[in-house]
């Protein structure tokens, strides 16, 4: 497997994210993420939506229903840290979610959540004080997350997954 492929922006690495934080940018990468990825899959058939961004990996149509799926969960996972005393957050098969047969569907379906979900989940993030991205929540798999750590994950969860399909579209001549 060519790392680069399944990683075309490298790994999330939390250390580095810290150091490097800047959260307005990273506000504006999940603001811009509905646009950003209406024009990596512009003008794609249905053959190429089907293809795998790499070998073993997901379709294009499924990288664009994951992020609709992760995004959700990720907006609500902000909400319940905003709302509640350092709730424990469910974990969700993700590669079991992409199998369902929903992401099989047209794409415009997701790229309309992701529209209306991102506006309001930017709207939220900019509303949000120090103290509120200091605000934690459990992973009962990968443990205690903050608000910050979870502003950053998802900044690269955005720009990963927009590079899977512009990569593939640069190797494939699209």
């Known amino acids: ?20 934080r800047d959260r307005a940018k990273m506000i504006g990468t999940i603001e811009a993420l509905p646009a ?7 003008g794609l058939d249905a053959e ?5 961004y790499r070998p073993g990996g997901w379709t294009v149509r499924q990288v664009v229903h994951h992020l609709a799926d992760s995004h959700i969960n990720s907006f609500c996972r902000f909400k319940l840290a905003m709302t509640e005393d ?3 957050i469910r974990a ?9 047969p929903d992401n099989s569907t ?4 997701s790229l309309l959540i992701l529209t209306g979900l991102h506006a309001r989940w930017s709207h939220l993030l900019r509303s949000m004080s120090d103290t509120d991205f200091e605000r ?6 990968s443990g205690s997350w903050d ?9 690269w969860h955005c720009r990963h997954h927009t590079a899977h399909i512009t990569s593939l579209r640069d190797r494939m001549g699209w």
Request: proline share 6%; net charge negative; glycine share 4%.
């Open 106 to 109: 047209d794409i415009s379906q």
């Open 92 to 100: 969700y098969f993700e590669d079991r979610w992409a199998e369902l």
């Open 48 to 52: 190429h939506l089907d293809s795998p």
């Open 36 to 42: 950003a990825l209406s024009k990596a899959v512009e």
């Open 147 to 155: 608000l910050n750590g979870m502003l950053s994950l998802y900044d």
């Open 136 to 141: 934690e929540m459990d992973h009962p798999e």
């Open 86 to 88: 350092r709730p424990t």
């Open 1 to 20: 497997m060519n790392r680069d492929l399944k990683f075309p922006i490298g790994s999330f690495d939390l250390a580095k994210a810290i150091a490097e």
